[in-house]
């Protein structure tokens, strides 16, 4: 045992080395290393190779599966090493529902309404080319510039508990849980079941993912959660309703029909213990209501548009313009939320389909999003924020950049449909309406797709309305949501009208004098075509089209989503809906069509085939945003 004298000599010691300490800061425990910033972007200077990689279960706030527990959720971290010596860092975080794989699960057999024995759609097999969509750069790439790289398992998937439920506010709350323990408000636990803190994590978080993995962070985003201070939603969606409804109407993803949100919320299931959530499930095919189609409470549950202003997080949104599985609708109609309650924000919208960036423009998406993220996460002062809001590649390879979305000096130009020629080819397209007393007609047919409905445009088609424009003299830029209003009657079975937008694009080369009945002189004033004028000069062509945009309408649902009103066979009816959104530019000698068709064999259920569309024309018309 120490004497009283020694325990004071230890005393004084010690009181003249936290002194000399005091005074001299140098010789305290030397600080971590920082980040490393040049030229507006930090710098990989953490060794990746060397990252602490660990599991956590994080306590969310809801009890999703009703055992009586609240639900956990795996989460699994990757971060720099030097963490460990009192480095914090902010956080990367990507959801998803997808990690442990999909199950095998059939789609609904009701596509054909009027045929129980045609053949179904496949399940979990076809849908497995999503899991594909993480974004597998974001570790190796960010971890070395000083982030941390989080992944989770959405509620009732992989290593987490619960059920998943489709968008409904039990998955936003199991994401948003996450976001709570990064800032010390929510429980974790290592797999030991010891307590477990982020005490390495800044709080600030940015949440990213494709696809599903990007439509929890617009949730997470509604929720107005601190530090959760940006999101990077790619092909997000932000109404459940406008993913797998349209305008009353049952509409499919692209190319998933008969899917619905039933059907992947089991697709997903892939928790221990599967058959505890059956009850779940059951109640989710109940309440999604595949005879109506209406809008309801359940997707109001599920519709995050709505919640826009709570939104603190700034946005930076990607889109493809030729995504026909989370369509445009989803990530223009949020970005119009966001603008309208002022929150900060970016907009790429690219040419390619459902995909990451990273495959359509690679250098330059990991250049921007990794400024992005540098700005928002480390406070990195690079200017992003003063550059062009929205960058858009209007044809492929050609990006444009402007100050906001759709482009400024853009306005609503009508045009009318006009009648067809004498001889059945199809109606015009023009800026004054021409049609008054004029009725065209076609008759439903279920078993040709959109694109083989809108071919060969010059010919009659007893199955279409066609409505072409002449050949353009100048380039014309769509950049906004077209809207189509048609006075029309329908009689059978099927309830669907389709409007599709087309670009009819011609290869123009001169072919000699003729004289044959039937063929288009076409873009008169060609120089290598003088004789077009005098109608004896023929050119022979290709027709490259592109079905530009889309939209759908349940005529059951003409006065309001919610609710059914029956439909009088022959009786007329005005008609007005919306087709997605885009940013297109036709080129000159480029046609501007409008096809009109009932049943979309791609996306709408599939009735009886014959139902008869008759259209009135006059101020029938279509909206477009043009520049």
Known sequence: MRSVRQLVTLTAAATVALLAVTANPASAVPKPPGIVVQNGVTQPVFDYTQAIRERRYVETEIDSDHDGKRDRVEVRVIRPAETERGLKV???????????????????????????????????????????????????????????????????????DGCPTSGDPNETLGMKAVVDW?????????????SARATWSTGKTGMIGVSYNATLPNAVATTGVRGLETIVPIAGISSWYDYYRAN??????????GEDTDVLARLVLTRKNPEVCAGVMDELERRQDRETGDYSRYWDERN?????????????LVHGLNDWNVRTKNGIQWWNALSSNGVQRKIWLHQGPHTDPFNVRRAEWIATLHRWFDFWLHGVRNG??????????????????SRSWPVPGTTQVPLFLGPEAADGRPGTLSRWPSGFGHDQSFVDDTSQTADQLVDNELAADPNRLAFLTTPLTSPVRLSGTPRVTVRASLDGRSPYLTALLVDYGTDVRFAGIATVPGQDCIAP????DPGCFNKRAYVTRETP?????????????????????????GRTYTLSWDLQPQDHVFKPGHRIGVVLISTDRDHTLRYRTGTRVEAELGLSHVLLPLS
């Open 90 to 160: 902010p956080v990367i975080f990507q959801p998803s529902p997808y990690y442990a794989g999909l199950n095998d699960v059939p789609n609904h057999d009701d596509i054909d309404r009027d045929d129980p024995a045609a053949a179904r759609s496949a399940g979990g097999a076809d849908r497995a080319a999503e899991t594909i969509l993480f974004a597998g750069y974001l570790d190796n790439y960010f971890v070395p510039r000083g982030y941390a790289v989080v992944f989770a398992d959405s509620i009732g998937t992989g290593g987490s």
């Open 248 to 257: 009353g109407g049952v509409v499919a993803p692209f190319p998933f029909q």
């Open 384 to 401: 992003i924020m003063n550059e062009p809001m929205a960058d858009v590649e209007t044809a492929p390879n050609q990006w444009t950049t």
């Open 182 to 194: 990064l800032n010390g408000r929510a429980r974790g636990f290592t797999p030991e079941g010891d």
């Open 525 to 528: 004033g060609i120089p290598e």
């Open 545 to 569: 089209l592109k079905i530009v945009s889309r939209g759908w309408l349940d005529v059951r649902n003409r006065y309001s989503q919610w609710d059914e009103t029956p439909v009088a066979a």
């Open 304 to 316: 995050y548009v709505k919640d826009a202003h709570k939104v603190r997080a700034s946005v930076f």
